[in-house]
């Protein structure tokens, strides 16, 4: 071996690949704290925040169970607390199907930890100028901290990179009314504010779950079998999840539409999406919160992609990948 060979194989490795930042906005929820997983355990990614809004429970619960959830990943990534209500409205919440403490109800210790002193609506404003023209934003909840973040600074809008939403229902048949999925329904003035706001925005709705990330409870077991303390945590909490559906329709399966927004942030082939016209009705008795998508073919009005495939075989690897 001569004395230059040490120094071409050490030119010969290929640099490390720099991590992507997410800014993660939640309401956890089950399926959120799945979602949270997935990318707090990514090697890929780096979670530079997360910002926490009511929806499936109230403010409280949400921010305790990101902060659980970020502790059972390893802890580091500061939790944001944002808004405890809608822009306009009540707070609809979805504890009959995530349990009263939004994670089950399986006796987890959901309580006595601190979030960052700083509010959401800071921390977004902030990371999103810290990493202009490259921060994912993924959003899991309903969008009051992400719309509030809009009106305050609108350069927040233009500053995201990437914008992906679990929420709304392309076809029209939603999961909260008959119309209208759960995320967009609880606070659909801020779904109109981001939707309009120049935020290129990608949009994993209520029917592409349905379609691919609907797990039976043997696939549910077979992430637990991988058995980390992570594997446990998120097969368990899916239990009201289990119940509930069978309840309803006879047969047990688990719904997780925020681990699958969660794929398609995290591995952007995973999906096929469509380019279209989409709005948020926010007057309709029947319709309030019903994402009404245009699929003429009129791209010069095109201002969002809607997912509408999703590859279930590498999502559910990627559920397995990230408790191993």
């Known amino acids: 071996m001569t004395d230059s060979e040490p120094e071409n194989l050490q030119q010969d490795t290929p640099p490390e690949k720099p991590k992507r930042r997410f800014f993660i906005d939640t309401d956890p929820g089950t399926d959120d704290a ?46 944001y607390v944002g808004a405890k209500r809608p822009m306009n409205r009540d707070l609809q919440t979805a504890d009959l199907v995530h349990g009263r403490d939004g994670l ?5 210790p959901l309580q006595g930890r601190t979030p960052a002193a700083e509010s959401a609506v800071d921390a977004l ?22 719309a509030q973040a809009i009106q305050r600074d609108p350069s927040f809008a233009t500053n995201i990179a990437r914008c992906v939403i679990m929420g709304g229902a392309p076809d029209g048949v939603g999961n909260t009314t008959a119309t209208a999925e759960f995320n967009v329904y609880v606070d659909p003035e801020a779904a109109h504010v981001v939707l309009h706001s120049g935020m290129p925005t990608e949009w994993v709705g209520w029917d592409v779950t349905l379609r691919h990330a609907m797990l039976t409870p043997e696939e549910n077991d077979s992430i637990r079998a991988e058995g980390t303390p992570q594997a446990e945590f998120v097969a368990d909490i899916q239990k009201p999840v289990l ?37 948020i009705e926010v007057i309709g008795s029947l319709t309030a919160g019903m994402t009404v998508v245009d699929r003429r073919p009129r791209p010069s009005d095109h201002n969002a992609l809607i997912v509408t495939r999703v590859h279930r075989d590498r999502f559910i690897q990627m559920l397995h990948d990230a408790v191993t």
């Not at 404003?125 to 992400?146: D, S």
């Open 125 to 146: 404003i902030a990371a999103a100028k810290q990493y202009a023209g490259e921060l994912t934003l993924v959003t899991l909840g309903p969008l009051t901290n992400i």
């Open 104 to 108: 089950g109800d399986i006796g987890l």
């Open 243 to 279: 119940v509930l559906w069978e309840k309803l329709f006879g047969y047990a399966m688990v719904c997780l539409p925020d681990p699958l927004a969660m794929a398609v942030a995290l591995a952007p082939d995973i999906a096929e999406h469509l380019p279209v016209h989409m709005d």
């Open 34 to 79: 799945v979602a949270l997983v997935m990318a707090l355990r990514s090697p890929e990614i780096e979670v530079v925040g997360i910002s926490v809004v009511a929806g499936n429970v109230g403010l409280e619960q949400t921010v305790q169970n990101a902060l659980y959830t970020v502790e059972i990943c390893g802890g580091g990534v500061p939790v």
